[in-house]
């Protein structure tokens, strides 16, 4: 038996089902915009080149603006775009859903 997933969860899922994107846009939900450096120590675990790459993908996807501060130094900062700070209902949901329904003990050997 075959089934379809619907275009726009294929869409969804494509994006934030990768590794890192959804810890990303949680910590740009909560906290407001953030430097690079500021994203890195609020994700324990994610190399700068995963950061940098997953920061490029929610830019492309206009979830995400990057902002070039002109120093010196030179920093970089992120806040979400209206689609992005959009998502904040469907992160507090799929929170309240894991706190009730996927108990800390599911996923073994994860922080």
């Known amino acids: 038996m075959c089934f379809d997933v619907e275009n726009a969860l294929t ?3 494509s994006l934030l089902g990768k590794r890192w994107t959804g810890l990303l846009l949680g910590v740009l939900t909560s906290n407001g915009p ?3 450096s500021e994203l890195r120590r609020a994700i ?4 700068e080149r995963m950061l ?8 492309e996807a206009d979830l995400v ?3 070039v501060d002109a120093g010196p ?11 992005g700070a959009a998502l904040k209902p ?5 929170a309240l859903w894991s706190n009730r329904y996927l108990p800390e ?3 073994k050997g994860r922080c």
């Open 90 to 94: 469907a992160l507090t949901e799929l």
């Open 34 to 36: 953030a430097y690079f």
């Open 44 to 47: 324990p675990g994610i190399s």
């Open 73 to 83: 130094p030179l920093r970089v900062s992120y806040r979400l775009t209206e689609g």
């Open 105 to 107: 003990h599911a996923l």
């Open 65 to 67: 603006v990057r902002e």
């Open 11 to 13: 869409r969804v899922f």
């Open 52 to 59: 940098s790459d997953r920061l490029t993908e929610l830019v």
